[in-house]
Every structure is written in structure tokens, then in C-alpha cells.
């Protein structure tokens, strides 16, 4: 039932920063574990982020920890990713994902989640 929407791609720099916005329409983003993945051209998809239903959990791939952050604000409906010291391998179409019904213990593994956004490409130059 749930549509999401991302927003806030674009070109950066190598070394700055960009937050990318998932809005929630149809369904209470507060009842969903949320996802964040992205995809390269000639890669597949990769897990970026997670954060649990609550917001008390969060989890992240190898390649951003440190990096990137993942929150969540259930008022307005959405979640973000704010991604920092950003690198060219960075680059890629991310996209946000919800399912309610999955365990945490496998949020990271793509094949869970139900719902997903079309996407929002980011570019890092170097």
C-alpha cells in the first residue's frame, strides 16, 4: 500500500555531502523497517543502510560505515540518508525501500523488502 518517493540526488564533489530524502504516501512509515540500497551500472544491488521500525536499530554496509547515517522522522513521514565524505564509488541510483513484516536480523539482505522507490541517482566526481 505504501508509495515511496526519493529525493535530493545530484553531482557532487568527492569529499562532500548530500542528504537523500524518502517520502512515504498510502502507509505510517512508523510501522515499517526501512532500507536503503543502491546500484551501479553493471553491479547488483547493494545494501547502503537500514533502520528499524522504532528507530532504535540501525545497521550499515561495510563500504559506508562511518560515513553515512540513516534516520528516520515518523512526524513528517520520511527517511533520510545523510551521506558524508562521499567517494566516487559512491556513485549510483540509491533507492529506499520498507517492509513491515521482516525480520531485523536479515534487513540487510534485499530480497525482504516489498516496497521500493524508483530511485535517485548520485554522481561523485573526483
Known amino acids: 500500500q505504501v508509495q515511496l518517493v526519493e529525493s535530493g540526488g545530484g553531482l557532487v564533489q568527492a569529499g562532500g555531502s548530500l542528504r537523500l530524502s524518502c517520502a512515504a504516501s498510502?502507509?505510517?512509515?512508523?510501522?515499517?523497517?526501512m532500507g536503503w540500497f543502491r546500484q551501479a551500472p553493471g553491479k547488483d544491488r547493494e545494501f547502503v543502510a537500514a533502520?528499524?521500525?522504532?528507530?532504535?536499530?540501525?545497521s550499515y554496509g561495510d563500504s559506508v560505515k562511518g560515513r553515512f547515517s540513516v534516520f528516520r522522522d515518523d512526524a513528517k513521514n520520511m527517511v533520510f540518508l545523510q551521506m558524508s565524505m562521499l567517494k566516487a564509488e559512491d556513485t549510483a541510483v540509491y533507492y529506499c525501500a520498507a517492509d513491515r513484516g521482516l525480520l531485523w536480523s536479515v534487513a540487510t539482505d534485499r530480497t525482504r523488502y516489498d516496497y521500493w522507490g524508483q530511485g535517485t541517482q548520485v554522481i561523485v566526481s573526483s
Open positions: 498510502g502507509g505510517t512509515l512508523s510501522t515499517y523497517h
Open positions: 533502520i528499524s521500525r522504532t528507530g532504535a536499530g540501525t
